[in-house]
């Protein structure tokens, strides 16, 4: 039985550990899912806004060249009225003027300021035509692209590109408020920011960033989101991963209850087996007359001896036995084998007891009747040396048929003990009702008395209703000597314990009962030739007064 609950708690477990890898390992590959999509995104994200800023600056240049080509290169009114068209057409420049070689402002269009600033980097004679600058417009709040041209006179046409243009890519709904761009030029020169509002002083191993470049201009964007607004993308697959998990935790579940039924009937597989090969065997415990200290039987004592020689006791097989009804067919073995093991001895000494267990289920049957038939009718053992034992631990279901059984028996000449008696449901009750000849008093009372003067009243009072009843006593459970001569005093006789033996193997206990028989032809023969002595001693006393 404890094999069943064992393997039931086993198969939960790995139900539960099958069920939750897979979960873990979903969750791993839905995060690396969920970084590469967002990752894809912001690469997607990042070379929409290359491009866009790169079409920026091509058109830019190239209206630049144009205006060269087409000798629009001056501050002169002519000029600025074309330049003002440009812009109106282009919206993405905001302004176009004039540098000279030292990179000083000398128009610009609309009309700011009119000073002097440096715009521009100095001229240089053999550097390349086209500059791209970063002019702070603190008068607008944002920064502006300087696009440059070189003119044959060391003069430069530019015009200021406003970042609104390259505005970036909002991307994926799911990424859209979390995400920030970047967007510089050549050295580290911020043109253009947006976004990251809800990320700010993130720890930058919890965010995903991708960093796009331009072939074509000193350009690039970087993008970046945290880690948590990517797995937004697969918060939905997550949840229906852990209900799949959970779902299959409990087929698990269900898959592990119905194989733990299994080990079970393994178990009960091997535990037919081991009744078949005869794995389970009598041990047998000496019962002494304590007045007199000779053997007065034994009690047989079922044991479990394993193929690899351990001996379980019935303690661990039992009551899995009683409840899977193997036990009549291992009480009828026990009977068998006894008979055979002992048999012998028992015919040799007709006056020694041999106690079998029963449990309660042998009470609603009456097989049991012809089973002790069959077996000790063929035996050395006669129906008179026989006890059968039931215990007052379980409650007998039909009083009625077990009182009838227990008077077949002892028409046979079988008599009956009640095992235990003291400490379970029968009580004085069963003594009447069932009429055993015997009653066993439990171990529990043995090992007080003497100690505990209310235990002593119990044994007082078992003593006097067995006299009473006419029945006999055993004290079972006796272990010091102590216990003897209490016994003694409450007139008790018969009794068994470890302090005279333990429950033994049939060969050990034919040898223990011919060392208590030769004991007692012993204390016989001294008692006898005490008696000559003293005999001869008396005569030899009578002759000389004589
Ligand atoms: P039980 O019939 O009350 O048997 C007495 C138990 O007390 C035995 O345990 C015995 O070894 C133990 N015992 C005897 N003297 C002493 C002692 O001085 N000190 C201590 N501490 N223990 C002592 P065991 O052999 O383990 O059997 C346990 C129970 O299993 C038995 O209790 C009996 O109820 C049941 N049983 C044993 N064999 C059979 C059987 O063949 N059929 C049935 N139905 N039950 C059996
Ligand atoms: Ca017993
Ligand atoms: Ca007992």
Redesign the pocket.
Known sequence: MSLRYFGFAKTVLIALVLATTPLFAINIILNQYAERRAVSELEAMGNVTIRRAEEAISTTVSLLQRLDRDDIQSCNAEDRVIYEKQIVEHGMIDAIGLADATGQRMCIIPDRELSEQVILPPAKVDGPLVGIGMLDRSYLGARAAVISWDLKDQTRIFAEVTPAVIATDPGPEYLRSYRRAELRLGNNLLWYNVGGYNSQASDPGDMLSVEVASELYPLSVTLTVPNAAAAFLVQDLKVIAAAGCAGIALLFVAIGVWLSWRPESEANDEFVAAIRNGE?I??Y?PVMDIETGRLRGC?????WRRPNGVIV???QF?AY??NNGH?FD??RH?MRVSSEEVGELYGENPDFKL?????AG?FLDREIISDINSIFEKSRISFQQIVV?V?E?HPLQDMELARKIIAELQALGVRVAL??VGTGHGGMAYLQKLGVDII?I??MF?DTIGSDDNSTTIVDSMVELADNLGMGIIA????LEEQIERLLELGVTAA????FA??MAADEFIEFAERMEEKAREKARLAAEAAAAEQAANEAAMSSAA
Do not use: C, W
Request: net charge negative.
């Open positions: 389970f009598p041990f415990q009690e047989v004592l079922m044991r006791s019935p303690g039992m036995a009683e036990i291992m009480t026990m106690s079998i267990n029963l449990f042998h034992e215990t631990r095992d235990d066993k439990d171990k043995v079972e459970g006796v272990e068994q314990g470890y302090y333990q429950p």
